[in-house]
């Protein structure tokens, strides 16, 4: 039996709509990726930071204990915000 010409654009429809699914897939994928990797990025200069500077210390500290989730919180249980470190200055 012959397929039709509207059986054979709706299977070219069905088809190209499954590519634009699998295209839209891909771009949100790497949207978290990138999401992701920018907090983690961020984390990571704030915890610098707060190694050097008691202002972002202390502003680390405020945001471990304000964490709303448990579980968050528990990644951060044995863990404790760095102290700055004296500079010259605080040695004068």
């Known amino acids: ?3 039709t010409e509207l059986e054979r654009a709706e299977k070219r ?3 190209a709509k499954a590519r634009l699914q699998a295209l839209k897939n891909r771009e949100a994928t ?3 990726k990138l999401d992701t990797r920018r907090k983690v990025i961020l984390g990571g ?3 610098d930071l707060a190694e050097r500077d008691s202002n972002a210390a202390a502003m680390l500290d405020r945001l471990i204990r304000n964490l709303s989730r448990e579980q968050d919180r528990k990644a951060f249980a044995e863990w ?3 102290s700055p ?3 010259d200055e605080d040695a004068s």
């Open 85 to 87: 470190a004296p500079s």
């Open 80 to 82: 404790d915000v760095p």
């Open 13 to 15: 429809y069905a088809q």
């Open 45 to 47: 200069a704030l915890m």
């Open 30 to 32: 790497r949207q978290r």
């Open 1 to 3: 039996m012959a397929e």
